[in-house]
């Protein structure tokens, strides 16, 4: 009889964890706490709007087409992924807007409306660059475990200094542009995983070559089709899928992990665990073994967190694309308010996702639904969002009012939001168990954090695995895929 598998989570991560292992031939049990899948990867309908509470733009697509076809799958037969062009509009204060877009010379020419030629031979250096580091770091860091310092010093001596980790993502990009309006545009690519680019390495500009040069996409009916899609192919293949079923404890003997108790007070019985769960949560919470203590990697910051609004407006903005970034003037300021003092910033970038752009029907005739992400620090006791919360959305929907209505006239502003929706980095917390409210699991914000990331095979228990985002290889759609996948051979090889 075929080995017997436990998931905690039908996140992204788990889902692929378990897609993988179920095209094995391993039997497949996910347990999940929520009614659905996807973990952060959710949806919100209200009054004919329609929103994604997540991730809302998709990149390295051929991540999930490799999945699919391991499976024996085509991923274009399980969603329609659309690919956006622009990927998104920048704009800043002083009336500077651009078109970010995956292709080279159609952001050359944009780069030279905007801002003048002198930075066109820039962003072909700076995406040459980009290049390198993604043909260094994507074998040996994305596509198998989590590496060693040992891996790293069995690079070749060329491939070493190629990494660039000595600088801050900052320091390169701003070797590479003269502009500051694109050096921030590239600045804001640490954001993808929580992290600061005046303290990330400059290994994550990597980053920005995945998106402006192999593209970005958006799934036909909403990025919550992809988690759907997810389910729909774990299903095919056998995984049972158990919802509404939160687990208690991973079930530990003899060192290793033999199954999962259910808060039911039902055990499930596994020759290995995969957990889908944030790593620090999963530490404190689910592994009650007493040979150990119960604690995350306190070595690594978490990453930033997110406060969302999810606004119903009237009418139809049209210069405003799938995707808007209206810059704060003092980037710097923002990423101190937020690492730095732990507050939330007075004056953020502000990122507005409107899927209304690419579905008419995800808001009634003549409306939009925006989704409106201010990055904001994690949980500490520096600010208190159960006291802040509601004058801060108040103090957001004035920003918003004012940095639209200067690209667009905004007819009778003080009714322009019809429905409201927010989540606060409490929420992050309670819902999904991220610690204090992280989006991204940890920072990178230390030039060793890769080699700090929690592995997809824990050290000292048996059996037991971890596919999230807050494990190797990190945050965000494609790398929790990625961490899904590694957690799967790494249950491959210990279960032959």
Known sequence: MSARVIVVGAGIGGLSAAIRLASRGYRVTVVEKLDRPGGKMGEVRADGFRW?????????????????????????????????????????????????????????????RAFGPRDVDGYRRFMRYAKRLYDVVSGPFLYRQKPTLRDLASLPL?????????????????????????????????????SSPYRAPATLNVIAYVEMAQGAWYPRGGI??????????????????????????????SGRACGVRLTSGEVIHADAVVCNVDYTWARETLIVDGTRPRAGNGKLEPSCSGFVLLLGVRGVHDPLAHHNIFFTQDYQREFDDIFV???????????????????????????????????????SEAYDWQIEAERYAQHIKGLLVANIGRVCPLENATSLVQVERRLTPWDLQATYGGHRGAIYGFSSNTRMAAFMRPGNRDGEIGRLYFASGSAHPGGGVPLVTLSGIAAAKCVEEDLR
Not at 171 to 184: E, G, R, T
Not at 228 to 249: D, F, H, K, M
């Open 158 to 194: 060329a491939d070493v200094f190629k990494i660039d980790a000595l600088r801050t993502m900052h320091q390169a990009i701003s070797a590479h542009f003269k502009d500051p309006h694109l050096v921030q545009l590239f600045d804001r690519f640490a954001t993808y995983n929580g």
């Open 224 to 253: 919550f089709q992809l988690a759907r899609a997810w389910e729909r192919l774990a299903t095919e293949l056998g995984v049972e899928i158990r919802y509404n079923s939160p687990a208690q404890e991973i079930c530990i003997a």
């Open 341 to 379: 003092r732990r507050i939330a910033p007075r004056d953020p970038t502000l990122y507005v996702c409107i899927t209304s752009k690419t579905d008419p029907d995800h808001a009634p005739p003549g409306c939009e639904n925006w989704f409106v992400l201010i990055n904001a620090p994690y949980l």
């Open 52 to 112: 994604d509470t997540g991730p809302s733009v998709i990149t390295m697509r051929h991540v999930y087409e490799g999945l699919f076809a391991e499976a024996g799958r085509d991923l274009d037969d399980y969603l329609d992924l659309v690919p956006l062009q622009p990927i998104t509009r920048y704009f800043w204060r002083d009336g500077a807007t651009i078109d970010a877009v995956a292709d080279e010379a159609t952001m050359c020419e944009n780069i030279r």
